[in-house]
């Protein structure tokens, strides 16, 4: 998508600059600036946001992050926002300046809403915790977080950023990030995102051979494990209890133990 296929869409959509700013939550100056070429290098994240709306002709739930100069969810309103306007590639993802909100599944773009606090504090602990675990035991598995990039099947129709990814298999590293299914994911949810977790991205791990997934509730103060190979493995965790895994032995770890320190 560039400026000149935004030029057709909106001509075909019969929309005016101040039309496209009040649905996509972007200022009418940054509209025109992008139209007339007064802006030569536009953020991709605002012509994502500028075509969904000219295709959709509906109301974003974006705020225009100022700072950052492109579009960002309005969290009170939505944690995820799904971009269906057609059919997205990771030459979409790459050509984002920060891919780090941003996860594609089945041709379909996601922008996720800011972490919170909590979101970071659990990712961290939890993820110092495996790695600990790993150098203690001389393990060769790796921990990620975040940013990570993960080519679940190995196309450009589907990647992910998990919370906190563990690759025990080497050659499935790569300079971007994972080229396959990680052994070990876990995702962090939020009360308003948890369908995106428990199902969307379940189905997409248990399908591209991730063989552990947790999802972490804060809300629920609730870990649920999921060992997809041998699924009478799998477990409900309260924070005070002792969680263990399949993929990392040994590993016993409880949430109860850290939460304190928040």
Request: hydrophobic residues 35%; charged residues 30%; glycine residues 4%.
């Amino acid at each position: 998508m560039d400026i000149k296929e935004l030029k057709k869409l909106k001509r075909a959509a019969k929309m005016t600059n101040i039309e496209i700013s009040d649905l996509s939550g972007i200022p009418v100056s940054t509209v025109n600036k992008i139209f007339s070429g007064a802006t030569e290098n536009p953020r991709y994240a605002t012509l994502l946001a500028i075509e969904q709306v000219l295709r959709q002709k509906q109301k974003l739930p974006f705020r225009y992050d100022e700072y950052r100069e492109e579009p960002s969810l309005i969290q009170e309103q939505v944690a995820y926002y799904r971009y269906n306007s057609r059919k997205y590639s990771l030459e979409d993802i790459e050509k984002l300046d920060e891919v780090s909100g941003y996860e594609l599944i089945d041709g379909m773009l996601y922008l996720k809403g800011a972490p919170t606090r909590m979101h970071e504090f659990l990712i961290m602990k939890i993820s110092f915790a495996f790695q600990k675990h790993i150098y203690e035991k001389k393990g060769n598995c790796h921990v990620y977080v975040s940013k990570f990039g993960v080519s679940l099947f190995k196309d450009d129709k589907t990647w992910v950023a998990p919370d906190i990814t563990v690759v025990c298999q080497r050659d499935k590293l790569t300079h971007e990030g994972c080229n396959g299914a990680p052994e070990l994911v876990v995702e962090i949810v939020s009360p308003s995102n948890s369908s995106y977790d428990y199902l969307t991205k379940m189905i997409k791990y248990q399908k591209a051979g991730v063989r552990e997934y947790w999802i972490v509730d804060p809300e629920l103060r609730i870990v649920s494990v999921y060992y997809f190979d041998e699924h009478s493995k799998s477990g409900r965790y309260q924070y005070e209890d002792t969680i263990t895994s399949n993929v990392l032995e040994g590993l016993e770890i409880r949430i109860s133990d850290f939460i304190g320190e928040y």
